[in-house]
């Protein structure tokens, strides 16, 4: 573990100009070919790529020019620390020159008697260990962690112009029988929603290939599941492709558009507002739970501010992460109505079987405690700003012989679940 001050160029830029340079030439030769054939048009110019691929550069070399403090963390990420008020979100013209909002006074309140209610005291204050600032390391007062993105990193994505965001197919748990998505998942629909909260174990769950992600996470959606639908995402996530590595990372989405044109992962976009000085986003978390051993959970909670309107971020009862702008969204601008929880794969089909890539710990709910992936303390924020619990949570699996869930109630997990699996075995060819 390292710090430094901040100007430091980042190496691998240059080298990287020469793979980008080559894909701008194949790209530009197979438009002149389809334009010469008088064939049906390339999907993307070499142009929009190239400048999407400068703006990406020109903002990191922002951050890293306007940072007071770099850290090398042990695992080969590059945290700058920001000033608040020029991390990426102010770059959407409607804070341009603005700070963050203050945190509010008061969250969501536990509902008396609830299961979940004696989270509040156990959680209070924690944060969840990464590996950037294992050593002691944290951003002074009046910055924010963001993570380095290498020209590698954009290199990697199907193209810059993309970089960060979902694929177009991606989509939550409804509509995705033939996307090459696949979930498990617990879900509360039919209501007014104004937030959610869950503890969720981390696993080092294994990724087949650079074009598949494993997620778990927490979904709070309005809209119909046409192109208006609006998400906002947080959980842990393995992605090759995104991150370069296998390890599970912290991360949040948003979109306004059925993940067409809007919104991004982490701080990719002008969009979330980070807060939080101890948190990296996109940051790897470590340690992680092992299969017949120690188990770490993260518990995070989304809510609504009822008098400013924006939606919150936070680490269970404990510290606040930061904010997406109520002004992002058109029906998340009011509240939510449905509320999702759980796990996703991205199945490419490798040599026309299903990807052996993992969901959770890679085993089956039937495993339970110590063996496999969970939920507990499933709960939603009403219209009272109260946490209750999620009652008519359903659970359902797109393909249970590959991925599936198991949920239950007690007294110390309140509802909860236990869901994912291997991918690929004899019931799942």
């Not at 920001?82 to 969501?108: C, M, N, S, T």
């Not at 112009?161 to 998942?185: C, I, L, Q, Y």
């Not at 991918?423 to 799942?428: E, K, S, T």
Request: aromatic share 10%; with cysteine; glycine share 10%.
């Amino acid at each position: 573990m390292a710090s430094s001050s901040c100007g430091r160029k980042d190496p691998i830029v240059i080298a990287s100009l020469v793979p980008f340079l080559l894909l701008l030439l194949l790209v530009s030769s197979s438009a002149a070919a389809s334009a010469s054939a008088k064939k049906k048009q390339v999907p993307f110019r070499a142009g929009d790529e190239r400048d999407a691929y400068r703006r990406i550069m020109a903002r990191m070399a922002r951050m890293e020019k306007d940072c007071n403090k770099t850290i090398q963390s042990p695992d080969g990420d590059i945290i700058h620390c920001v000033p608040l008020h020029r991390q990426p979100a102010f770059d959407h013209p409607k804070l341009r020159g603005q700070k963050p909002e203050e945190e509010p006074v008061e969250g969501p309140r536990f509902v008396n008697g609830d299961a979940a209610a004696g989270e509040e005291e156990e959680e209070e204050g924690v944060l969840f260990r990464q590996a950037w600032s294992d050593g002691g390391e944290r951003c002074p007062e009046g910055t924010v962690p963001v993570r380095r993105t290498t020209a590698r990193d954009v290199l990697r994505a199907s193209s810059p112009r993309r970089f960060g965001m979902k694929p177009r197919a991606s989509n939550v748990r409804r509509d995705s029988t033939s996307s090459g998505h696949e979930h498990a998942v617990g879900y509360v629909t039919g209501d007014q929603f104004y937030g959610a909260k869950a503890s969720l174990n981390v696993w080092s769950a294994k990724v087949a290939s650079a074009a598949e992600f494993s997620l778990s996470q927490i979904w709070v959606i309005s809209g119909s599941f046409g192109n208006d639908l609006n998400t906002i995402e947080a959980g842990w996530q393995v992605s090759p492709e995104l991150y370069g590595d296998s390890n599970p990372r912290f991360f949040t989405y948003w979109t306004t558009d059925a993940y067409q044109e809007t919104g991004c992962y982490n701080l990719h976009c002008s969009g979330f507002v980070q807060t939080n000085n101890r948190i990296a986003i996109g940051a790897a978390i470590s340690p992680t739970s092992v299969y017949n051993g120690r188990q770490f959970d993260i518990s995070l909670l989304i809510w609504k501010d009822p008098h400013r309107g924006n939606w919150w971020l936070q680490l269970g009862s404990g510290p606040l992460v930061g904010y997406w702008p109520s002004f992002l969204f058109t029906h998340l601008g009011g509240h939510a109505n449905m509320v999702q929880f759980g796990g996703e794969v991205v199945n490419s089909r490798p040599s026309g079987t299903h990807t052996p890539t993992q969901m959770g710990s890679g085993h089956f709910p039937r495993e339970g405690f110590n063996r496999a992936a969970y939920f507990r303390n499933v709960q939603v924020v009403d219209g009272d700003n109260s946490l209750v619990p999620a009652a008519a949570l359903r659970l359902v699996a797109d393909h249970p012989g590959c991925y599936d869930i198991r949920g239950g109630y007690n007294r110390a997990w309140g509802n909860y679940f236990y869901y994912g699996g291997p991918g690929r075995n004899v019931h799942c060819p």
